[in-house]
T-cell receptor, first 116, second 117 residues
Framework: KAGVTQTPRYLIKTRGQQVTLSCSPI?????VSWYQQTPGQGLQFLFE???????NKGNFPGRFSGRQFSNSRSEMNVSTLELGDSALYLC???????????????FGPGTRLTVT | AQSVAQPEDQVNVAEGNPLTVKCTYSVSGNPYLFWYVQYPNRGLQFLLKYITGDNLVKGSYGFEAEFNKSQTSFHLKKPSALVSDSALYFC???????????????FGTGTRLKVLA
């Protein structure tokens, strides 16, 4: 099976712009989670989508949003970019047990976002 | 709230020596604990998990972790370190489920392991 894929791998944006990142989960996985990784903070949970519905949300401002499509692919959008949004954005998918996501997460390689 | 702490930003060990990467946790209820590894320019890879059962959990690449309930610790270990083990290691705990029945993971800040030849 192909792993989790993320596009683009690298992105440079200017303050005030917006950005959209994409994540394709492992085939059959319906849960996609998004994380922000920075050197000082480690991994911070952004949100999780399952069956096109947001199921969990971390403590990030409303500038961070996401969605999931019927094929389980997910996008994350950040509006009005700030310098502090520079980070590695990781997505992870996990399998389903019954009607809920379960099991360990499988991570993509990440999108490195630099805001100048 | 559930949390994990990785008290060391970096651990250095000589190749062939045993290694330990520390993790302590704070949870209400039974902990579900995980270790992940991140190599440069890669996402995180699952190493091992503790749900219940034996306190010594064996995982990928010769790693193991010891669950200690009295010390609320879940340290990652390997008997003989390899240079290729050099990477960033994350401990994680599964948070309590919310009303939807799903749950999220809380990660530590990571420990960089350097294995010296």
């Amino acid at each position: 099976k192909a792993g989790v894929t993320q596009t683009p791998r690298y992105l440079i944006k200017t303050r005030g712009q917006q950005v959209t990142l994409s994540c394709s989960p492992i085939s059959g996985h319906r849960s996609v989670s998004w994380y922000q990784q920075t050197p000082g903070q480690g991994l911070q949970f952004l949100f999780e989508y399952f069956s096109e519905t947001q199921r969990n949300k971390g403590n990030f401002p409303g500038r961070f949003s996401g969605r999931q499509f019927s094929n389980s692919r997910s996008e994350m959008n950040v509006s009005t970019l700030e310098l502090g949004d520079s980070a590695l954005y990781l997505c992870a998918s996990r399998p389903t047990s019954g009607v809920l996501p379960a099991g360990e997460q499988y991570f993509g390689p990440g999108t490195r976002l630099t805001v100048t | 709230a559930q949390s994990v702490a990785q008290p060391e930003d970096q651990v250095n060990v000589a190749e062939g020596n045993p290694l330990t990467v520390k993790c302590t946790y704070s949870v209400s209820g039974n902990p579900y604990l995980f270790w992940y590894v991140q190599y440069p320019n890669r996402g995180l890879q699952f190493l091992l998990k503790y749900i219940t059962g034996d306190n010594l959990v064996k995982g990928s690449y010769g790693f193991e972790a010891e669950f200690n309930k009295s010390q609320t610790s879940f340290h990652l270990k390997k008997p003989s370190a390899l240079v290729s083990d050099s990477a960033l290691y994350f401990c994680a705990v599964r948070d309590k489920s919310d009303t939807s029945g799903t749950y999220k993971y809380i990660f530590g800040t990571g420990t960089r392991l350097k294995v010296l030849a």
